[in-house]
């Protein structure tokens, strides 16, 4: 079954979110999402300093197989965004939740953070999106 | 509940992710569909296209239906196994379908033709054939007993011989686009079918044998190191090959004039009058409006179908597009107007990227072959 750590929070668009101590938001997409995807040839990222609400569209992966949209997964300010994917996208289908990170984000409310989904309850999204 | 072909435990024993097409479970790759691709540009891979349709034709009067129905002359190919690529057009010289008809003679099937078409026209193929044989003394047999393995790759040859012995012998010396029967007893009785053509670029064979025999098949393959690949890396080499797709590339609204395909069609000798023809010639009398054309991005991204395409001469349209990844970068086939060249624009999600209008094939041989 699905790598999906305990520590991380989830979107239903198969976005992981890491809270950092200094309060920025880390996203990326799940290894499910990469997996489904397949090999990664091209990561659009945000612009820095650019503002998105939860929900929006805010950065594209696209691999060998078709394009699909990254969604801010929280309302906040883009802080920094992971250039090294311009040269190696497959990094995110090796370490999807480790060097494959997409972006940072400050949130303009912290508290949005814990309404994501836990890792139990986003297990039980791809197992029931499986059927 | 879709359709299996007789290799689906083998895809599901190599891990292959299954999709749905055209009502078929097919493996779109089995880990990697980059480096499957890469196995078959410098080694050597074998495609389950079982899901294909092959049609068998006989009869006597065989030979002029097939040249009313095809815009090829099958004239051209009257040496046994000589294969030959075709399209199949309405009347308004529209595309309902491309395929490959092999010309037999002396196996046991009986002296005719054999053709393959696609499986996502199947139906509609099949009433057109029939409704255009209804005059015609010809027969027509569906062989949906078979099963086909493409095996492709600069090694395929080589690994395909060690893998099924002297069973496809009668191949061995085989010059492209020729097929072989090498049918017999010792065959378990059995039909085998061995051309020397394919879809990726790349030297190889597509071997049509009995579904009950496929997974022995595919098994002595594996042993022999020829690696299973998916319908995803069939798609990246075809295009990187500059083979046309059907209902991407080309459809009923357009022709093969504009579509890269001229090659294909037989004018000559003038008396031929196959489906099509004088709609063609009103097209060809006044120039084509639009051709296709290979685009190579410069900017990073990724070409896709149904962008659109903005030359100094008017617009057009990405037909099929992906990441090459022999040339590691972007690569599409488009649809543009008649005059354009050298350099487009495509809008990719609002923004305008710089690509090069480029003569295809992109890459065969396992070699570039563009700039």
């Not at chain 2, 395929?99 to 002296?111: M, P, W």
Request: glycine fraction near 8%.
């Amino acid at each position: 079954m699905s790598n999906v750590p305990n520590e991380l929070k989830y979107t239903k668009s198969h976005e992981w979110v890491r809270a950092e101590e200094d309060g920025s938001v880390t996203i990326g997409v799940t290894d499910h999402a990469q997996d489904l995807l397949g090999d990664m040839v091209f990561i659009e990222l945000p612009e820095i300093e650019a503002n998105y609400t939860a929900g929006e569209e805010c950065a594209v992966v696209e691999s060998v197989k078709a394009a699909s949209d990254i969604y801010a997964p929280i309302t906040g300010e883009v802080s920094a965004v992971n250039e090294a994917l311009a040269d190696t996208p497959e990094t995110v289908n090796q370490d999807a939740f480790g060097s494959g990170w997409i972006f940072k984000m400050t949130p303009e409310d912290a508290g949005e953070i814990e309404e994501l989904m836990d890792a139990e309850t986003y297990l039980e999204l791809i197992a029931a999106e499986s059927h | 509940m879709n359709q299996h072909t007789a290799l689906h435990a083998q895809h599901l024993a190599a891990n292959a992710k299954m999709v749905d097409f055209v009502g078929w479970d097919m493996p779109i790759h089995y880990g990697s569909q980059i480096e499957e691709h890469h196995q078959v540009r410098n080694d050597a891979g074998m495609f389950d296209v079982s899901h294909m349709v092959v049609l068998d034709l006989t009869g006597t009067g065989v030979t002029p239906f097939l040249q009313h129905l095809l815009a090829n002359d099958v004239a051209r190919i009257q040496t046994p196994g000589r294969a030959l690529y075709s399209c199949m057009l309405n009347e308004r010289g529209g595309v309902i379908d491309d395929l490959i008809v092999y010309f037999r003679q002396g196996g046991i099937i009986g002296d005719g033709y054999r053709m393959v078409v696609n499986a996502a026209t199947r139906d509609k193929d099949l009433a057109w054939i029939n409704q255009q044989a209804k005059t015609a003394d010809v027969n027509i047999r569906e062989r949906d007993d078979l099963a086909m393995i493409a095996v492709q790759g600069p090694n395929a040859r080589d690994k395909a011989h060690a893998a099924l012995g002297t069973r496809i012998d009668a191949a061995r010396e085989l010059k492209p686009f020729f097929a072989a029967d090498c049918s017999n007893a010792s065959n378990n009785g059995g039909e085998l079918f061995v051309a020397r053509t394919g879809y990726t670029g790349e030297d190889g064979y597509e071997i049509m044998l009995p579904a009950t025999q496929a997974a022995d098949a595919w098994q002595a393959l594996l042993t022999a190191g020829v690696k299973p690949i998916g319908l995803g890396a069939r798609d990246t080499l075809r295009l990187e090959a500059g083979m046309n797709l059907y209902g991407q590339d080309m459809d009923e609204n357009t022709s093969p004039l504009e579509s890269g395909l001229s090659w294909t069609v037989a004018f000559k000798p003038a008396e031929r009058d196959f489906i099509g023809r004088a709609a063609l010639e009103k097209q060809q009398a006044i120039g084509p409006a639009h051709k296709l054309v290979g685009l190579i991005l410069e900017d990073r991204g990724v070409l896709r179908a149904h962008q659109k395409v903005v030359t100094e001469h008017g617009d057009g349209e990405i037909t099929s597009g992906s990441f090459s990844p022999t040339l590691g970068k972007s690569i599409a086939l488009a649809r543009v107007p008649a005059a354009a060249q050298q350099r487009c624009d495509v809008e990719i999600r609002g923004k305008r990227l710089s690509a090069r209008i480029v003569k295809y094939p992109f890459a065969r041989n396992g070699k570039v072959c563009t700039q």
